[in-house]
């Protein structure tokens, strides 16, 4: 089945560093979803990107949809201790209804 | 009131009992999904409604039933669960295929 590979799996920071995350997958996808998960609450959308080479920016978070349509990235600069969470990539293949998730990224900010 | 919300938030139940999870969604969405979220695992598509018709069930065991009623309602009605199905279960909404939106989960024990 469809696999996305999502790194790093975890990243200890300190809060000001920036942080980079990517996803990748086997095959083109025609959408590239980025969620960021609290502990106890559900996947919140953060960014969403629908055209290669997109590059999308939300605050402090930017992400890019890759050219070859088969990956993508997500940026936090300056980081702050609310930032903490698990970062999900998602995508949507061509002719697809439905998602496929990365396993996430789990992000530690230390003071 | 908040996009999707899920009921009961936590939920722990005997292998025999019989209960069902509820969400409902306030996006005017036409999409319905379930997931199912275990630890260090991607999210697992269970089910999906479009326009209260199924569309899609992901080789889900027998003992998960859903329902939709209408297009801002789902269940998931549970019986006879096994202690491996403990697990989040997530709701979530779209309209058509874009983005989707969660709820906060139901966390289901299974004793």
């Known amino acids: 089945g469809q696999q996305l590979n999502q790194s790093p799996q975890s990243m200890f920071i300190q809060e000001g560093e920036d942080v980079s995350m990517n996803c990748t997958s086997s095959s083109i996808f025609n959408t590239w979803l980025w969620y960021k998960q609290d502990p106890g609450e559900g996947p919140v959308l953060l960014i969403a990107l629908y055209k290669a080479g997109e590059l999308t920016s939300n605050g402090r978070l930017t992400a890019q949809f890759g050219i070859t349509r088969k990956d993508s990235f997500l940026n936090i600069s300056a980081s702050i201790p609310s930032d903490v969470g698990i970062y999900f990539c998602a995508g949507r293949r061509t002719g697809a209804n439905n998602l496929f998730f990365g396993t996430g990224t789990r992000l530690t900010v230390i003071p | 009131e908040t996009g999707v919300t899920q009921t009961p938030r936590h939920l722990v139940m005997g292998m025999t009992n019989k209960k069902s999870l509820k969400c409902e969604q306030h996006?005017?969405?036409?999409?319905m999904y379930w997931y199912k979220q275990s630890a260090k695992k991607p999210l697992e598509l269970m089910f999906v409604y479009n326009f209260k018709e199924q569309t899609e069930n992901n080789s889900v065991p027998s003992r998960f039933s859903p329902e939709c009623p209408n297009s801002s309602h789902l269940f998931l009605h549970l019986h006879t669960l096994q202690p491996e199905d403990s697990a989040l279960y997530l709701c979530?909404?779209?309209?058509?295929?874009?983005?989707?939106?969660f709820g906060d989960g139901t966390r289901l024990s299974i004793l």
């Open positions: 996006l005017g969405h036409n999409a």
């Open positions: 979530a909404s779209s309209q058509d295929s874009y983005s989707q939106h």
